[in-house]
């Protein structure tokens, strides 16, 4: 069966790094865009960063310029490189692949449509 699995997660200064990254097996990774989502306590899961099979990327308005997504279709991992935390970047961090690379799927993405599978999600907790 698919999963999705991350890796990374942990407790970091403000200002610190992070690298996130997500392992999949059971599926043909390079034919999936994939994403980062988080969900921080008492809030709704947002979207984060995707990138689709082509390695075309995108990302919430708040990351941009700090986070960094990227893909090994041979190792069919994803990873988050996430620069100059924030205590506001505190969340359960999730892995997410959407089947295809278009256009739609990746704007599906932002709005968490289209999504076929999740990982379990990493702890990611930036002290102040």
């Known amino acids: 069966q698919v999963q999705l699995v991350e890796s990374g997660g942990g407790l970091v200064q403000a200002g610190g790094s992070l690298r996130l990254s997500c392992a999949a097996s059971?599926?043909?990774?390079?034919?999936?865009?994939m994403g980062w989502f988080r969900q921080a306590p008492g809030k709704e899961r947002e979207f984060v960063a995707n990138?689709?099979?082509?390695?075309?990327?995108s990302y919430t308005d708040s990351v941009k310029g700090r986070f960094t997504i990227s893909r090994d279709n041979a190792k069919n991992t994803v990873a988050l490189q996430m620069n100059s935390l924030k205590a506001e970047d505190t969340a359960v961090y999730y892995c997410?692949?959407?089947?295809?690379?278009?256009?739609?799927?990746?704007?599906?993405?932002?709005?968490?449509?289209?999504?076929?599978?999740w990982g379990q999600g990493t702890q990611v907790t930036v002290s102040s």
């Open positions: 990138i689709s099979p082509s390695g075309t990327t």
């Open positions: 059971g599926l043909t990774f390079s034919r999936y865009a």
């Open positions: 997410a692949a959407a089947f295809g690379g278009t256009a739609q799927v990746m704007d599906g993405m932002r709005g968490m449509r289209r999504i076929n599978y």
